[in-house]
């Protein structure tokens, strides 16, 4: 009688007993629990790829302009090589950084007659 040959030239009995362990139900059980170095690394493999967190990360919001003042807004961050978005948040920090700045008197010059 001829022996059966199956992957790789294992014969049935060698692939029945190298492969025995996956027919029992749990083969997670003889897992262990992670040690902290191995959470934090298996936390940082599992971590989703997108843009890195500045602050307290990113909202969308939806905005209206006016069809002119977009196309100037549009022209003005490709001149500063940004995008859109970039271009109105360095705006808004602009104007809130001006807001928060002590504000000056100024004093009335008397005109001449």
């Known amino acids: 009688m001829k022996r059966k040959e199956l992957f790789n030239g294992l014969t049935e009995g060698e692939l029945e007993a190298l492969t025995k362990d996956l027919d029992r139900e749990f083969i997670a059980d003889p897992f262990r629990d992670m040690t902290p170095a191995e959470r934090r690394q298996w936390n940082r493999i599992k ?15 939806s905005v209206s302009f006016e069809g002119g003042l977009l196309t100037q807004i549009d022209r003005a961050a490709k001149r500063h090589g940004t995008s859109r978005a970039g271009f109105l948040a360095s705006a808004a920090q602009l104007k809130l950084a001006q807001e928060q700045a002590p504000t000056r008197k100024r004093r009335s010059r008397k ?3």
Do not use: C, I, S
């Open 47 to 61: 971590r989703k790829r997108g843009r890195p967190r500045v602050g307290k990360g990113a909202k969308v919001v």
């Open 111 to 113: 005109r001449a007659a």
